[in-house]
């Protein structure tokens, strides 16, 4: 058995923070425990590179959800990273960190010290904005901010313009003063390249002769000592069993996905569910694996008058074009998302907040069915306009079904279960049409190619989504923080209810998921949730 003060179990965008933090004095041995393996391939590194890793087993857990009601039976796909970063090396970068009010409500539900002005020090603390220090932003952080503004498509400028022909607000930093508003998006890239917690806060420390990491390995349950604390983990490698202790804390970093899994494993959760499973119940958490939230995420097609990145990507001799470019400058579509530009919006003009996200994107292409298709751009000319609701209120579930640690968890989103979530499907399709229509960029459209413009009642935009839709890969809330044991799962310092010894710090702590892309919010969590564990330590000390 080997020990250490910290046993950090997953090396996701939370757990390199973690890592970084912990080992920072000297003070303390922490071990980082990763499913996967290095994210040492190229394709980690090149913002474009995140197709190559969307249905690679490799390095993708590839979940699925079980039959969602409301979306006609489909099983929505769930990737979720499994590799050094995380979900981190393989998302689309897209930086954004949720509106202010997303924060103070976190704070209203019982959770002190999280309101937005408690978290923005730590934001501005993780990042490099490539505009330099401001109220809202740092200059000294690892993790590099950039936007993409003056690089964008001439198709994106033209949808930034149509939202000024209908009035609609213009934004120039969603990580401003405002969330509010159109725009193009800032990108978690330095050089080109992917800047995520795995290349900027793991890979310079990994010397540290206090850190170990071991990669490959599968974690199946928590270690608890007679007195029910938690005092390390079991696990296994390549049909090796081993088992890990922690001095001080276990620190459960899995994501949203993997976390309540691990606790139910344990025995922590709802007592019915761990018994119908076959788990023996260690402490009764009802609210382990419930209030999974997620952005559920539709796209309008259009073709397009003038070329497009459709026409770039599907040209070989393009693409050696913007490689050679890649390579010598850094620039061009490959360091770039290809959501380049969209905004936050009120859906109706009575909506308190902007309540719907857009994604504009220069490229059409149509998400594969089967992992053996890859994702390819539309035959033609082509754009599209993404949306999603900021807040949706459906709540869904993680549950494992048996105590086998290999078999997936079963995942239930139960997305579209609430008449508001209705309602936003239909005033984000509209506010699509609405844009669409304005004459910046409908005259440079050829034709909606779907829905298509049969699609005009409330009805027909709602059976597009029910079809079309899937997850935006946003999967947050199932080891919800609050002060009550029976509604959640850790309390404003992430500590478990009742189990000491153990913290979560990931994703599945929000109480609610933010506006936008959650990977900022993610590694914000995860710099507090740090902070917090060494100023628990030093008390201890001087106790």
């Known amino acids: 058995m080997s020990s250490y003060d910290y046993v950090i179990v997953g090396a996701g965008s939370a757990g390199c923070i973690l890592a970084n933090r912990l080992t920072e004095d000297g003070r303390y041995r922490v071990l980082l425990i990763e499913a996967g393996g290095k994210d040492s391939s190229f394709w980690f590194k090149i913002p474009i590179g995140y197709a190559m890793s969307y249905y690679n087993p490799k390095v993708n857990w590839m979940y699925y959800s079980e039959p969602e009601a409301e979306l006609g039976g489909r099983r ?38 999280w309101s937005y002005q408690d978290v923005l020090p730590v934001f501005k603390k993780l990042e490099t904005h490539a505009d330099g220090a401001n109220d809202w932003h740092g200059d000294t952080g690892p993790i590099h901010v950039t936007p993409m503004r003056g690089g964008t498509h001439r198709i994106t400028d033209a949808f930034l313009a149509a939202c000024g022909e209908l009035q609609l607000p213009v934004n120039h930093d969603f990580n401003g003063a405002s969330i509010e508003g159109g725009g193009v998006y ?27 990491v071991e990669r490959f390995v599968h974690v199946e349950q928590l270690a608890f000592d007679a007195t029910g604390r938690a005092v390390g ?148 000319s082509g754009y599209l306009i993404a949306f999603n609701s900021c807040r949706p209120t459906s709540r869904g579930e993680i549950m494992i079904a048996s105590p086998d640690s290999h078999a997936s968890p079963k995942i239930m989103p139960h997305f579209l279960t609430t008449e508001r979530d209705l309602d936003e499907v239909i005033q984000g399709s509209r506010l699509v049409r609405r844009i669409a229509s304005a004459p910046a960029i409908a005259s440079l459209t ?43 799962v850790v309390d404003a310092r992430l500590r478990v209810h009742g189990v000491p010894g153990l913290r979560v710090i990931d994703a599945s702590i929000f109480p609610n998921v933010t506006a936008g892309n959650i990977n900022a919010p993610t590694m914000m969590v995860a710099e507090k949730g740090a902070q917090m564990a060494l100023e628990d330590a030093r008390m201890e000390a001087a106790a």
């Open 76 to 113: 929505v796909y769930v990737p979720r990273g499994k590799v050094q970063g995380g979900s981190g090396s393989i998302n689309a970068m897209v930086y954004v960190r949720g509106a202010a009010t997303d924060f103070d409500d976190w704070a209203a539900a019982g959770n002190s010290g």
């Open 186 to 212: 800032d990108i978690n890239t330095r050089g080109g390249r992917r800047s995520h917690s795995s290349a900027e806060y793991l890979k310079p420390i990994l010397a540290r002769p206090n850190l170990t």
């Open 233 to 380: 983990v079991e696990a296994t490698r390549n049909g090796e069993r081993l088992t890990f202790s922690a001095r001080r804390e276990v620190i459960v970093a899995a994501g949203a996905v993997g976390s309540p899994a691990i606790l139910q494993r344990s025995g922590l959760g709802d007592g019915d569910v761990l018994k119908k499973a076959g788990v023996a119940v260690r402490r009764h958490l009802p609210a382990v694996g419930r209030n999974l939230q997620d952005h559920l995420c539709a796209s309008f097609y259009y073709k397009s008058k003038i070329p497009t990145l459709n026409d770039t990507f599907s040209k070989f001799h393009h693409r050696m074009l913007m490689g050679l470019r890649y390579v010598l400058s850094g620039t061009g579509p490959f360091s770039m998302s290809v959501n380049q530009a969209g905004g936050f919006f009120r859906g109706k003009p009575e909506e308190p907040r902007p309540n719907i996200q857009l994604y504009f994107n220069p490229l059409s292409y149509r998400i594969p069915n089967t992992p053996k298709s890859g994702l390819t751009p539309e035959p033609y």
């Open 446 to 488: 050829e034709a909606e190619i779907s829905p298509g413009p049969q699609a005009e009642s409330d009805e027909a935009f709602l059976d597009y989504f029910r079809a079309n839709s899937g997850s935006i890969y946003h999967l947050c809330g199932t080891c919800m923080m609050g002060p009550d044991a029976e509604t959640s």
